[in-house]
């Protein structure tokens, strides 16, 4: 299997890390700050969800904002990531998040899920609604062990269900968020 | 916009803005339901750091000039 994420042929993680996937991570960080890029409006929908441009209508408005901006904005993304990638990497069963780390690690999910966001094509409600019902039909059917074509994407309903798993995280952790700062106010 | 989740937007705005968690999620509801809210006014310059704080949060803001 492979999924096309960002400048990524096969995201498909190997079980273990060893020193050379941890270098090939290197490499991945690197070219996801790719300051040497041309600072123009990316080609790439999920990037360009990641950086946004700053004016709908106005070229001359949103080409200065990315110069000035851009170079920043990949840094802060970049360093997210890579201390989220780097918690995960691990040893262990759990990943604890601190409290004072939550909101950046709620940014770096919300980037993540744009860039499936993307590649899922989701852009309204309804179409988060379409992908559901996809995940559950695909579902349903390999709990019941049925074998007829459903005419689902297997590759669509596996970034779903990463997109699914990642928002329940990132909700999670918020609720933690905001019901202890409630606690605080106290 | 429907990849960020509701609580994330409303902690964002809470944050970055100083808002009470009632204003927030008023905005937040704006946004979801009439695709944008206007956040912040003022200079250029002070609009240009609330834009780019908002894409380092991953919210899409713009920039737009008063009256348009």
Known sequence: MSARLLGADDFAAPAELDRDARDHVDDVFRALAGLEESLA??????????????????????????????PDLRSLKVARLRTMWEQLSDEGAEWHVRLDEALATASALTDVRLVLAARLRLETDEDAERLHAEIDLASH?????????????????????????????????LHCLMTGEEEQDV | MTPSTSWYVTHVFQTYFALTRDQAEVKMREVHEQGRAVMSTGGRERMEVDVQAMHGYGLWATLQRSGE
């Not at chain 1, 946004?52 to 408005?61: G, L, Q, T």
């Open chain 1, 141 to 173: 059917a390999m709990d019941t062990d049925a074998h007829e074509d459903l005419g689902v994407d297997p590759e669509r309903v596996w970034l779903g269900m990463l997109y699914q798993a990642l928002t329940w995280l990132q909700e999670s952790l």
């Open chain 1, 41 to 70: 409006e990316p080609s790439d929908p999920a990037v360009r969800r990641v950086l946004p441009s700053a004016s709908r209508d106005d070229h001359e408005i949103a080409d200065e904002f990315r110069r000035l901006t851009e």
